[in-house]
């Protein structure tokens, strides 16, 4: 789960030589210039005249943290309820699509949702596989 915060959730590319943008959990990553913006910054200082597609970033790492907490509780409870987890890592890969398919949208990029497929792989691999092989 933490592993997540390490993998892109959307890798923007340009046309035009431009380099790409990376999207993660935690803000935008730029390499040239290099530069970074957490997500607290982002919602908070440069959300003027935004499309409202972006909306589903926070609301994709809000889901993500809410999986995280539901799977930490586990651990520490020692219950935990793996459908709510799964279904939370599923709504995040949902909405990082859809940020993915607004970026697109856009001319001369294309947006990437590397982190909506590792959502549903830790999903599955994770929390719904186990469920299936017990019967």
């Given at each position: 789960m933490?592993?997540l915060?390490?993998v892109?959730?959307?890798i923007?590319?340009?046309?035009?030589?431009?380099?790409?943008?990376?999207?993660?959990?935690?803000?935008?990553?730029?390499?040239?210039?290099?530069?970074?913006?957490?997500?607290?910054?982002?919602?908070?200082?440069y959300?003027?005249?935004?499309?409202?597609?972006?909306?589903?970033?926070?609301?994709?790492?809000?889901?993500?943290?809410l999986?995280?907490?539901?799977a930490?509780?586990g651990?520490v409870v020692?219950?935990?309820?793996?459908?709510?987890?799964?279904?939370?890592?599923?709504?995040?890969?949902?909405?990082?699509?859809?940020l993915?398919?607004g970026?697109?949208?856009?001319?001369?990029?294309?947006?990437?949702?590397?982190?909506?497929?590792?959502?549903?792989?830790v999903?599955?691999?994770?929390?719904?596989?186990?469920f299936?092989e017990?019967?």
């Amino acid at each position: 789960m933490l592993a997540l915060l390490a993998v892109p959730w959307s890798i923007q590319t340009f046309t035009g030589g431009r380099p790409p943008t990376y999207v993660f959990a935690w803000g935008l990553l730029n390499t040239d210039p290099f530069g970074v913006a957490f997500l607290w910054d982002f919602l908070f200082r440069y959300t003027m005249g935004l499309p409202s597609y972006i909306l589903a970033w926070p609301l994709s790492v809000g889901c993500y943290l809410l999986a995280l907490a539901s799977a930490i509780a586990g651990r520490v409870v020692g219950r935990e309820d793996r459908r709510v987890t799964a279904g939370l890592l599923v709504a995040a890969a949902v909405a990082q699509m859809s940020l993915a398919r607004g970026f697109s949208f856009q001319p001369d990029r294309a947006a990437w949702p590397l982190g909506a497929v590792a959502c549903l792989v830790v999903a599955w691999v994770v929390y719904t596989r186990p469920f299936a092989e017990k019967g």
